[in-house]
């Protein structure tokens, strides 16, 4: 188990460091468009192991990002490591032809997958997942619309573009902001819910009830799907209320619609389950997942159900790097951890302590207005004061900054931080990152007056 635990955050050197500084200004002299997390804390990581990252001037972090929920097995798992090396050495690529590797896997994959999603295609990046998942959709269905959730994210090539929301500048589209046939809807957030009832609770009926009108009257009605992210990450860790997805799949049933569940960033253990969609018994027609499938390997996969195995044939669907024997094999050595280190029950038990925490965090301070989160997928959302809700986004900025410094390694997204440790760490750690977030929020708030 040490491994698992890691060791103290332990900054001695200042943060960013000289060398951090120095690297990070050497590269971005030539690399553009960086991420949001990066520009606001420009540290140059040199190594990392289980649930810690060493920086090059020597600091060490605590991991509360999983490298953005990819690394979720640890940085360089022994087993998961070894298994990409093993064939490294061996057979890199050879496109899509069978490797006995590659039989393990779909073979263990069939296994663990809820109801019967069998049909299976694997990528190298979450985005070419989506992608190849909207053309099987216009396969199964001959339709060519589709409904995707406000605020959901689910790639930044041209169709999986169309699906997310030209969200706080981080992509901009020279022209249509969407391809044409694809549309967006408001889902359901229940600190911010559009449609109330009489009590101010969500009302999920009604959302439900305009998706239904959309369909008719919104679109030229050949919609093949809803893609929709189970558990919305870039948009701030928001889960819809529990009755939102059973809700939705009778509606597309209704309309003889497609269910499309992008856990790219949410599934393979994240919130306690295989699948985020299990947690509401619904089972999808086709869904994608990737981050951390292979634990930092690039590898995803776009799964359909059997009875529309067949419309994978008509796609065209295999690539040349998906399926790769390293990827096959940081994905199986993956699914094995999980299994054998008993990981999605220490996600549920963990899990209990960061809401039991987080909850008293919001009770004790005005600029927490509400906190998010399943399993090891978590956020904070600051407002400048509680009954107003208006978003606190500077609060946002400095708390992760500050607490970056004091040695947590963690996501922004606005006035709303994310929080995905990796899914090994205990309450000891996971107590010791909430401790540095809670120091922080305390000093921005003296800053501010509260």
């Known amino acids: 188990m040490e491994r698992k635990r890691g060791r103290r955050s332990r900054i001695s050197h200042g943060t960013p460091g000289p060398e951090s500084v120095k690297m990070h200004e ?56 070894e298994a990409i ?17 590659k039989e393990q896997l779909m073979e263990k994959m069939a296994s663990v997958l809820p109801g019967k999603l069998n049909a299976i295609q694997l990528y190298s990046d979450g985005t070419t997942a989506v992608e190849a998942a909207i053309r099987a959709a216009r396969a199964i269905t001959n339709k060519h619309e589709f409904i995707a959730g406000y605020r959901d994210f ?46 101010g609770t969500v009302d999920t009926d009604a959302y439900i009830s305009f998706y239904g009108e959309f369909i008719k009257q919104g679109t030229a009605g050949n919609v093949a799907a809803f893609v929709m992210e189970p558990a919305q990450g870039w948009g ?11 809700k939705l799949k009778k509606l597309c049933e209704k309309y003889n619609i497609l269910l499309y569940d992008d856990e790219v960033l949410a599934g393979m253990g994240r919130t306690g389950e295989w699948l985020t969609m299990s947690h509401w018994s619904v089972t999808s027609d086709i869904v994608t997942f990737g981050k951390s499938f292979g634990n930092g390997f690039p590898v995803t996969a776009m799964v359909v159900s059997e009875e529309n195995g067949e419309a994978l044939e008509k796609i065209s669907a295999s690539s040349s790097y998906g399926g790769n024997p390293m990827a096959c094999a940081a994905a199986l050595a993956s699914i094995q951890v999980i299994e054998e280190e008993d990981i999605l029950q220490n996600v549920r038990t963990v899990r209990n302590f960061f809401a039991k925490r987080m909850q008293k ?40 900054q500050k607490a970056f410094r004091k040695g947590l390694a ?28 809670e120091e922080s929020i305390a000093e921005v708030e003296k800053e501010f007056g509260y």
């Open 236 to 246: 701030g860790s928001i889960f819809p209320p529990d009755d939102f997805f059973p």
């Open 361 to 400: 965090m919001k009770e004790d301070h005005p600029i927490i207005g509400d906190i998010k989160g399943k399993g090891f997928l978590l956020g904070i959302e600051f407002v400048k004061d509680k009954a107003g809700k208006e978003p606190f986004e500077k609060a946002g900025t400095l708390v992760y």
């Open 154 to 199: 689910h790639g930044k090539t041209l169709a999986s573009v169309s699906c997310a929301q030209m969200y706080r500048g981080e992509i901009h589209s020279y022209g249509p902001t969407r391809a044409p046939g694809f549309y967006m809807v408001l889902k359901p957030d229940s600190y911010r819910p559009v449609w109330t009832k009489s009590d």
């Open 410 to 437: 963690w996501i922004p997204a606005g006035y709303i931080l994310r929080m995905s440790p990796p899914l090994i760490m205990d309450g000891k750690y996971a107590a010791m990152g909430l401790d540095m977030i």
């Open 85 to 101: 090396c093993t064939w490294a050495k061996k057979l890199m690529n050879i496109h899509d032809f069978t490797t006995p590797v």
């Open 26 to 81: 050497n590269t971005s002299r030539y690399m553009k468009g960086l991420s949001l997390q990066v520009k606001l804390f420009p540290v140059c990581f040199d190594h990392g192991y289980g649930i810690t990252l060493t920086d090059v001037d020597g600091n060490k972090y605590l991991d509360f990002s999983s490298g953005i929920y990819v690394t979720s097995l640890g940085h360089c798992h022994p087993k998961i490591s």
